[in-house]
């Protein structure tokens, strides 16, 4: 199933796939940002080689089908404003379909992640992609909590997702969900 949502618009962001040659070096200054890496977790990697390894995570989601991140167009000014989409995540042993949104610090507190996120969420459930969504969002990324909650998610449970501690958030479809 195809999670990528290239070519679509919102009322002021355009998605479209990543492209490493062309979006490196707008994307490395988020992995350069104190305040942005605080949720992440790059153990003794520089800015630069942790990039490169999420560059090749996304690669790899797109060769397989596992849905990925989206970069995020402002279509005003045709800049480079972050990422979001539908990933496929594996959680407790079970394949659940998650909306991830990241933008780059100065691009903070403009509506964008809760724009995209919710986008997001509409299609998943309009193309009934699955029954619910989560979010995986660090315990002290506060800003992050926040979008999940204004899209209508839920809180679900506290748990270590790739060594980091996280809350885990849902949304259901109403009109799928049991």
């Known amino acids: 199933m195809d999670y990528l949502l290239d070519g ?7 998605f479209r796939t990543i492209n490493q040659q ?11 940002s104190h305040e942005a890496m605080k949720h992440w977790p790059m153990g003794n990697l520089s ?9 090749a995570n996304q690669a790899h989601r797109y060769e397989n089908n596992w849905g990925g991140l989206n970069a995020l ?20 042993g079970k394949i659940e379909l998650e909306v991830a949104y990241s933008l780059l ?5 403009k509506g964008y992640a809760t724009e995209a996120a919710q986008f997001c969420v509409n299609y998943a459930f309009k ?9 995986i969002i660090s315990t002290n990324n506060e800003p992050s ?3 999940a909650k204004r899209i209508g998610m839920q809180w679900e ?8 501690e996280a809350h885990l958030y849902r949304i259901r479809n109403k009109h799928l969900s049991k």
């Not at 800015?47 to 560059?55: H, N, S, T």
């Not at 279509?75 to 989409?85: E, I, M, Q």
């Open 8 to 14: 679509i618009e919102t009322e002021r962001l355009r």
């Open 73 to 92: 167009i402002e279509k005003d000014s045709g800049r480079l404003v972050g990422h979001a989409g539908l990933l496929t995540q594996k959680i407790e």
């Open 157 to 164: 449970q506290k748990n270590i997702f790739q060594q980091v």
């Open 145 to 147: 909590i926040a979008v």
């Open 47 to 55: 800015p630069m080689e942790f990039a490169k390894q999420w560059y």
């Open 22 to 32: 062309k979006d490196f070096n707008l994307w490395l200054p988020f992995f350069q």
């Open 105 to 109: 610090p100065e691009h903070w507190k």
């Open 127 to 135: 193309k009934r992609l699955c029954s619910s969504l989560v979010s």
